[in-house]
């Protein structure tokens, strides 16, 4: 997840801590990596381990995306924390998308031919594609493309 850089002159005298990300819809979080402590000018990354739902068909789809921190002051000069300064808040950001592409991992095959012709038949696929609107085959093959995200 990519979590706000923190570069304004008014965020000079105060740190986040403890911040996380929420989806929503709400999907099955594992496992949360929190970003501890971010100061001004600082950026760091807060991880998620998602439950993908027991299906064999990859699941595709999009999330609100809530930031949420605690604001504490903070003295430059001397680096220590107010920790009665406590100021809970949330700020949205961008969207995540799950894609297709996710559930690909890019690997380097040594002799693909070979390789292509040793898969059996239940690794293969075949779908029929309406071609009515299609102007060009490379526009055609970019839109293909750009819709599975590859």
Not at 109 to 121: P, T
Not at 141 to 148: F, H, K, L, P, Q
Request: a negative charge; aromatic letters at 8%.
């Amino acid at each position: 997840m990519r979590m706000l850089e923190r570069d304004s002159s008014k965020f000079q005298h105060s740190i986040l801590t403890h911040v996380t990300c929420h989806l929503t819809p709400l999907i099955r979080v594992e496992a949360m990596l929190e970003a501890a402590r971010v100061g001004c000018g600082e950026t760091r990354a807060v991880w998620l381990l998602l439950r993908r739902p027991n299906s064999t068909v990859p699941v595709t789809a999009s999330f609100h995306n809530t930031l949420k921190f605690t604001t504490k002051d903070w003295d430059a000069a001397s680096g220590e924390v107010d920790d009665s300064s406590d100021m809970p808040d949330q700020y949205q950001i961008e969207d995540v998308e799950i894609s297709l592409a996710d559930y690909v991992k890019g690997t380097a095959v040594e002799e693909f031919a070979a390789r292509w012709e040793e898969l059996s038949e239940e690794h293969e696929c075949t779908e029929t594609f309406s071609l009515s609107n299609a102007k060009s085959l490379s526009g055609t093959s970019s839109t293909w493309i750009y819709s599975y995200t590859l």
